[in-house]
């Protein structure tokens, strides 16, 4: 399950970095949010899908899950929600100001 995962991943990965790669700002941020998603699922990968008791303090079971990678990935969850947010706002507020979303144009003139 874990290899399905990781490939599952790694198309991610690939689809993020061309969408980062493109001119238009939207997809840009598209690629952000595609490219933690699959950070999300490389953790949770590299974690391995264990199967135990919660860690609480009992008596019943012998095995218990690390919770620390799932602490991880829920702040990362978060961050990256704050982060796309974030990015949409910017974008939208450039779209606003500039009347374009275009790269190439926001880059500005060449004797500036």
Same mark, same amino acid.
């Given at each position: 399950?874990?290899?399905?995962?990781?490939?599952? !991943?790694?198309?991610?990965? *690939?689809?993020?970095?061309? /969408?980062? /790669?493109?001119? +238009?700002?939207?997809?840009?941020?598209?690629?952000? *949010? /595609?490219?933690? #998603?699959?950070? #999300?699922?490389?953790?949770?990968?590299?974690?391995?899908?264990?199967?135990? +008791?919660? $860690? /609480?303090? !009992?008596?019943?079971?012998?095995?218990?899950?690390? $919770?620390? $990678?799932?602490?991880?990935?829920?702040? !990362?969850?978060?961050?990256?929600?704050?982060?796309?947010?974030?990015?949409?706002?910017?974008?939208?507020? *450039?779209?606003?100001?500039?009347? *374009?979303? +275009?790269?190439?144009?926001?880059?500005?003139?060449? #004797?500036?």
């Amino acid at each position: 399950m874990e290899t399905f995962i990781i490939i599952i !991943s790694g198309i991610l990965y *690939t689809i993020a970095v061309y /969408l980062i /790669l493109n001119k +238009n700002f939207l997809r840009i941020i598209l690629g952000v *949010t /595609l490219f933690s #998603h699959a950070t #999300h699922l490389m953790l949770m990968a590299i974690n391995g899908l264990k199967k135990g +008791n919660a $860690p /609480l303090l !009992s008596e019943n079971g012998d095995i218990y899950t690390d $919770p620390i $990678p799932q602490a991880l990935i829920l702040t !990362s969850i978060v961050i990256s929600f704050a982060l796309t947010a974030l990015l949409l706002v910017l974008g939208y507020r *450039t779209y606003i100001e500039l009347g *374009t979303d +275009n790269m190439k144009k926001l880059k500005g003139e060449s #004797h500036e």
